[in-house]
């Protein structure tokens, strides 16, 4: 594996896990933007548009990190600098690509099933107060249910997943540096 090709994994890989870290941000946004409806017409529109640059620059530099490591690792140099020009991995990409949204897909499953847990007691005792979206709860219920089940569905389709993301790779036309036991594989 090149310098290139490595920093490619490594970035893709941070692409997914800055993407799931900043979907609790994202929905606490949204939930706080809905709480505002009610409320006053600046307040809505500060938040409204705070909520829309905010998603805007999630998926911008998740759109980069995933699918534009190039413009990143030419802009940093990060291929550079290296004293050898291969590391010796005898992985391909897509297989080092494949367990990283396994482990991603198991650490969210982990990560997310207390926090329904922690939730599920307190959606119950509140559910007299009225319907489900009076319950202070119900919006984060929903939230880290839809988590576990993106989880759930990473460490189903783990490939399906890596070949989404090598399709758009080629289809981009982005060049990696691949070792000759690897051309194959591509």
């Not at 994994?9 to 799931?20: E, H, P």
């Not at 319950?135 to 219920?141: M, Q």
Request: charged residues 20%.
């Amino acid at each position: 594996m090149y310098p290139r090709s490595f920093w490619k994994v490594l970035l893709k890989i941070s692409g997914l896990l800055f993407f799931i870290d900043s979907l609790p941000v994202m929905m606490h946004t949204l939930s706080t933007m809905y709480q505002a409806l009610s409320g006053e017409d600046n307040k809505m529109i500060t938040l409204s548009v705070y909520a829309i640059i905010l998603s805007a620059l999630v998926f911008g530099i998740t759109y980069l990190l995933i699918f534009q490591s190039d413009i990143i690792i030419n802009k940093l140099r990060l291929h550079e600098g290296f004293e050898e020009d291969i590391f010796k991995i005898n992985m391909h990409r897509s297989t080092i690509l494949t367990i990283a949204v396994i482990v991603l897909g198991g650490w969210i499953f982990i990560d997310t099933l207390p926090h329904i847990c922690q939730r599920i007691t307190p959606y119950f005792e509140k559910k007299p107060l009225g319907g489900d979206y009076e319950n202070p709860y119900f919006p984060w219920l929903v939230f880290y249910s839809a988590k576990l089940f993106v989880g759930i569905l990473m460490l189903i389709y783990s490939r399906d997943i890596v070949n989404f993301i090598e399709a758009k790779r080629k289809r981009s036309g982005s060049k990696l540096l691949i070792e000759p036991s690897d051309k194959e594989e591509s």
